[in-house]
């Protein structure tokens, strides 16, 4: 099968979690013998091969050094002002020729069976692709990784609802819609986004067997408990630092940056580290006690919970989008978004835990692994690409 798929960025590019998944969806379609054509923005306009995925990467001024920002997590890099941004995100909500006349050609030369779009193509002309794609009678399908086709984030959060229903008319070129998580796929449901011929959950995957839990991994831990990822008023840190500042001697150890970073206050009770590679990240994971993500934005999944449960920790989430399915909606294991005494409960629960009991409860966690192997993850990929020809 010939699948062609769309991306802002692709690997080693990377913005955040989409693009682990985006790559591990592809890779897996390319062992399993597809041919799989990625375009996507580059610094530069070439062609390269990455496990057995043809990645065709185009500059486009801008555009290219916008998104290239966004990957450095550096937001001081922003091409764009304000204004810019409005008037491009036009492209993606009305018809523009050019953009049409671009993916219509790219189409027609690479023939492919389906088309898909792995991320928002923000003022890429999403909905030109789309339309591009349907009038040559190829399958076009999307992924929602996140609320981008909800909310435009400016200004003030007014235009939302217009955003919303743009999306929804323009998702009657759609096949098919998928996204991470129950919760993220109905929310777009509701809003009128969806596949004309079905829509389906797809959970995202780790790309490892999970460390089954002994004495010997639990006798390893430290007193520690861990949050990896963006340093954000939006994932809920605060929360997590109240929480930890009446834990008695256990220390918080914030791994990540963004726009807290250098705002939070360091102390014996509170450590922070930077960016780490994966293996330095899993080694600190298998140390702790637990791993939190305390959000207060709709969780579109919450990969690092699952990672902490596949390296033999407990997890603990909010009650934030995705992340009570990840947790198996156990409510030992989920509090109230910013209650920080809800959350520090569910902490002293864990550490106050014996060796045997703490076994048990990663082993209880672990059921839900089956749910997010990376063989299940190609599998189900595989399995919406070739039934998109057929619902045609």
């Known amino acids: 099968m010939r699948i062609l798929i769309f991306a802002e960025i692709y690997y080693p590019d990377i913005m955040g979690g989409g693009e682990f998944s985006t790559k591990q969806m592809t890779e897996g379609l390319a062992k399993k013998g597809h041919e799989v054509t990625v375009y996507c923005l ?130 009657m070129y759609l096949t098919a819609l998928a996204a991470p998580s129950r919760y993220m796929l109905d929310i777009h449901n509701r809003a009128g986004i969806r596949g004309q011929r079905f829509n389906e959950v797809i959970y995202n995957a780790v790309d490892f067997d999970p460390i089954l839990p002994g004495k010997e991994l639990v006798e390893k831990k430290e007193n520690m408990i861990l949050y990896a990822g963006e340093l954000s008023e939006k994932k809920g840190i605060r929360t997590l630092i109240r929480a930890a500042e009446g834990l008695g001697g256990t220390v918080l150890l914030l791994i990540g940056e963004g726009e807290l970073s250098g705002r939070i206050k360091i102390s014996e009770k509170v450590e922070a580290a930077g960016w780490m590679e994966r293996e330095e990240l899993y080694a600190c994971m298998q140390r702790a006690k637990a791993v939190i993500l305390p959000s207060k934005w709709d969780e ?92 045609c």
Not at 44 to 51: A, F, G, K, V, Y
Not at 120 to 135: E, F, I, Q
Not at 152 to 157: A, E, H
Request: net charge neutral.
């Open 42 to 171: 580059g610094k530069n306009t070439r062609e390269e091969e990455i496990n057995g995925v043809l990645v065709k990467r185009k500059y486009l001024r801008g555009l290219s050094e916008h998104f290239s920002g966004l990957a450095k997590n550096d937001p001081s890099t922003d091409a764009f002002s304000l204004f810019e941004k409005i008037i491009r995100k036009r492209a993606d909500l009305y018809p523009d020729r050019s953009w049409y006349e671009y993916y219509r050609s790219v189409i027609m030369k690479e023939d492919p069976d389906v088309v898909h779009t792995a991320s928002p193509m923000s003022y890429l002309g999403r909905m030109n692709l789309w339309k591009a794609a349907y009038d040559l009678g190829i399958p076009v399908s999307h992924v929602c990784r996140g609320p981008n086709l909800l909310t435009l984030n400016f200004p003030g959060g007014v235009s939302d609802t217009y955003n919303r229903c743009r999306n929804a008319r323009a998702s």
């Open 300 to 391: 579109p999944f919450g990969r690092i919970l699952m990672e902490a449960i596949c390296n033999g920790t407990v997890a603990i989430g909010s009650d934030r989008g995705g992340i009570p399915e990840v947790l198996g909606h156990n409510e030992d294991h989920i509090f109230k978004s910013g209650d920080a005494e809800g959350l520090k409960s569910r902490i002293e629960r864990v550490l106050c835990m014996t060796g045997d009991r703490y076994i048990e409860e990663v082993k209880k966690q672990q059921d839900m692994a089956p749910c997010f192997t990376d063989g299940r993850y190609t599998d189900d990929w595989e399995a919406f690409f070739l039934r998109q020809p057929g619902s």
